[in-house]
């Protein structure tokens, strides 16, 4: 039996024994202690292990990896004559590599066991506070787990890390029924590195439980018109995460990104500024290296408005000839504004608090379309009513340039720190 903190070093000194040139493996051990309660009740508590070793190697620049869920010697040197098969049947690609060499490094970071007895008090403080406040809300599923990840990397050029990283993390699920009325679904998603607070005083958590009350009954937005939606923060972290996406390997290196040639140049307005911090103190989450074995950085994506970096990995860095990314992304904060949320409601004319989006990927260009659900109606500078599902329509692109607000405060749910940010010139679509 291979020690598990010497299985990725293992699993490489193995694929250079064999002749292969270059190699790397990680190992991840995941132990998650999970709660869960449905209808209101505590339903199930579990603690669940997992393994995944993966192993890549290279040579005559012809690339293989795979994955597995064993670390015994014997499953590893067979995974290993694997690999050697599938290198030689591989296309050959120059821009195939490894990490170079750097100082070898531990991580540790967050709570390494659960404070169970505290997690069980937590989850019963919120059924209790939902149940007494919210006699119309429908806590569908409250998840509540911590996990604990252990990871190994090892590379032939003399790389070696390792980390741990302990979490809190929160997923509710829930909708809100008065007779016959019923609002749409919503959820909640939050980490945390301890359990100071009650989950229902966490960033959003009563906010948008609130607001689930608020839609039993809703409107239709009368005819089609553009205007301004105010996106919520919980929403803008999914456009922030479609909007880098355009950053990373594939739409670089097939040349379909919006963003192609637009390194240092302005693609957004000059209020917004974006980081990607997956080894700040801030939050929760993130994670110590990459997978392709490089120590992470903290990383500003967009300055004033500014392109500054791309999301490449080294292999995709090598393939279009442009820096590699200091880190793999996620984990974005958006510098705050200046607007307190009140003022940017008052300076809407028209338009919708946009909660939660449902869409598709982006067209080529930029053009996108989607459903806004558990969403509000502004016009004169108020939120008069929730509406119903009404569509929204854009040009990613064009609407990061168009921005006009952003708030003052901000909300952190461990994974992200985001504010509230109004864009202007959108359509929305109601009946």
């Known amino acids: 039996m291979v020690d598990r903190s010497k299985v990725s070093e293992f699993c490489v000194d193995t694929l250079i024994g064999e002749g292969v040139e270059k190699a790397e493996a990680s190992l991840l051990l995941t132990r998650k202690y999970e709660l869960n309660a449905e209808a209101g009740t505590i339903s199930l508590i579990r603690t669940t292990d ?5 192993v890549m190697g290279i040579d005559k620049e012809k ?19 694997e690999l050697l098969e599938l290198i030689e049947a ?16 531990s991580f540790t970071k967050g709570p390494e066991k659960p404070d169970t007895i505290l997690m069980y008090a937590r989850v019963k ?32 050029n003399g790389v070696n890390f390792d980390s741990f990283r302990g979490v809190y993390n929160l997923s509710v699920s829930f909708t809100s029924k008065d007779g016959a009325d019923v609002s749409s679904f919503n959820y909640i998603d939050i980490s945390m590195g301890d359990l100071t607070s009650e989950l229902i005083d966490l960033d959003g958590v009563e906010r948008i439980i609130t607001q689930s009350t608020e839609q039993i009954t809703t409107k239709n937005v009368d005819g089609s018109f553009v205007g301004d939606i105010l996106v919520t923060p919980e929403c803008m972290e999914s456009f922030v995460s479609t909007l880098t996406g355009y950053l990373t390997d594939y739409p670089m290196m097939t040349g379909t990104s919006i963003f192609k040639d637009s390194l240092g140049e302005r693609i957004a307005d000059e209020r917004l500024s974006i980081h990607s911090r997956p080894v700040s103190d801030e939050l929760a989450g ?3 290296f990459t997978g392709d074995g490089y120590k992470a950085e903290n990383s500003t994506i967009i300055e004033k408005g500014l392109l500054k970096s791309l999301l490449l990995t080294l292999y995709g860095s090598l393939k279009v000839g442009k820096e590699k990314a200091v880190n793999a992304g996620a984990f974005y904060v958006i510098e705050p504004g200046e607007t307190p949320f009140d003022e940017m409601v008052k300076s809407v004319e028209k338009g919708i608090l946009l909660c939660r989006f449902s869409g598709g990927q982006p067209s080529s260009n930029g053009d996108f379309s989607g459903v806004a659900k558990n969403s509000y109606y502004i016009e004169n500078g108020e939120i008069k009513y929730p509406i119903s599902e009404t569509m929204v329509a854009g040009n990613l692109k064009q609407m990061f340039r168009e921005i006009s607000g952003i708030s ?8 992200s ?3 509230w940010v109004t864009f202007s010139g959108v359509t929305i679509s109601g009946k």
């Open 50 to 54: 997992d393994v995944n070793l993966f």
């Open 63 to 81: 690339r293989a990896s795979t994955s597995l869920n064993k670390t015994d010697e014997n499953s590893v040197i067979d995974s290993v004559k």
């Open 90 to 105: 591989g296309e050959p690609d120059p821009a195939f590599d490894i990490a170079l060499e750097q100082p070898s490094e």
């Open 125 to 156: 403080e919120l059924l209790e506070h939902c149940k007494d406040k919210y006699p119309h809300l429908i806590l569908e599923q409250v998840i509540f787990d911590h996990t604990a990840k252990q990871r190994w990397y090892s590379n032939s």
């Open 286 to 288: 993130g994670y110590f």
């Open 408 to 415: 003052l405060e901000r909300v952190n749910n461990g994974a």
């Open 417 to 419: 720190i985001m504010p």
